[in-house]
């Protein structure tokens, strides 16, 4: 913990939004009962099934069931993530017009539900010109605002920075900032920052220089006050890859400094961190669990805990699976 820049500050470990993207297998209010028992503060949910065009929106039984879990459980913060399939940024008008249509439908089961955010990523410009994909994500983006805007929807859409796997757009900073600007700053606008995707974009987090490089980075081109949302994944894959795969708090090539500085840092405390880790029944609590451990200032790594025995491989292997 020495190598921190800053005082953990212990007031606030126990007000902190620190959770996970839960499942809503046998209603949507159960995201929030699993989430409360894994001793989550900040949930997401998909609304509807993410491989899918359609879904129902959501009755006003589930609505309600929803609100009375929310109150039971206490959880102060919750967002969904859209559907995989959407691409706001399509070439083919087919598929466009299925996007809208989707997005549309995303942001009013979550608005319905009185979720704050929508995360989404930007879609994928599919070799057929990048520079016109961000120009149609705009205009597409633009339309859905005015439209729920003029229906008085609260959500706001939050643009995930990506792993720029494929064709997938806003995997740079820059290229976020150039929709914030096509959109005018619109108020119900801001960002998810993934940690997994940005690192294998390349922005660097492990030591204390690269992490304040890709930090300030961010500021200067997208602005901290735009950022809402964190999704804390550490990767699989090295720097630079641009290939998306999730690792566990700490023991993906990001490691657990990283994330105690992150979750420490005075500039991003506030935020929620929601973790997106594979083997979610049996890891997402010990993945929470970590990252409220490093905001209280006791978990700095597999085998590099202050003051505990040395954790052997059998240990690490009985955590990790
Ligand atoms: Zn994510
Ligand atoms: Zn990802």
């Not at 699993?34 to 609505?63: D, H, M, N, R, Y």
């Not at 459980?73 to 706001?88: A, E, K, M, P, Q």
């Not at 492990?206 to 999704?231: M, S, V």
């Not at 085998?303 to 505990?308: D, F, H, T, V, Y």
Request: charged letters at 20%; aromatic letters at 6%; glycine letters at 8%.
């Amino acid at each position: 913990m020495s190598d921190l820049p800053f005082q953990v500050d212990e007031t606030i470990t126990n007000s902190r939004l620190i959770g996970a993207h839960t499942s809503t297998s046998g209603g949507l209010h159960n995201a929030l009962l699993t989430g409360k028992a894994i001793g989550c503060t900040a949930v997401q949910l998909f609304t509807k099934s993410p491989k899918q065009w359609s879904g129902s929106a959501p009755s006003p039984e589930a609505i309600e069931k929803f609100h009375a879990a929310r109150e039971e459980t206490g959880i102060r913060f919750v967002c969904s993530h859209d559907s995989y399939l959407i691409n706001l940024a399509a070439p083919a008008e087919d598929v466009m017009e299925k996007s809208l249509r989707a997005f549309t439908s995303e942001l009013e089961y979550a608005d319905a539900l009185g979720l704050s955010w929508v995360v989404t990523h930007m879609g994928a410009h599919l070799n057929k010109g990048e520079d016109a994909a961000y120009n149609r994500f705009i205009v597409s983006l633009n339309s859905i605002l005015d439209a729920t805007d003029k229906a008085g929807q609260k959500v706001g859409v939050a643009l995930e920075t990506t792993a720029g796997q494929g064709t997938g757009l806003g995997w740079q900073f820059e290229q976020i900032a150039r929709v914030l600007e096509g959109i005018n700053h619109h108020p119900r606008v801001g960002v998810c920052l993934d940690t997994c995707h940005i690192f294998v974009a390349g922005y660097d987090l492990r030591e204390p220089e690269a992490y304040e490089t890709t930090i300030n980075a961010f500021d200067n081109t997208i602005g901290l006050a735009n950022l809402k949302i964190i999704h804390a994944n550490d990767a699989k894959k090295p720097l630079g890859s641009r290939v998306d795969r999730h690792e566990h708090i700490g023991d993906g090539e990001i490691g657990a400094a990283a994330f105690t500085r992150l979750v420490n840092d005075p500039r991003l405390c506030h935020l929620p961190f929601i973790v997106e880790t594979p083997d979610s029944e049996e890891m997402h609590a010990v993945n929470v669990k970590r990252l409220r451990d490093m905001a209280g200032g006791q978990w700095t790594g597999n085998g590099r805990q202050e003051n505990a025995v040395p954790i052997h491989e059998e240990h690490e292997t009985q955590l990790t699976k």
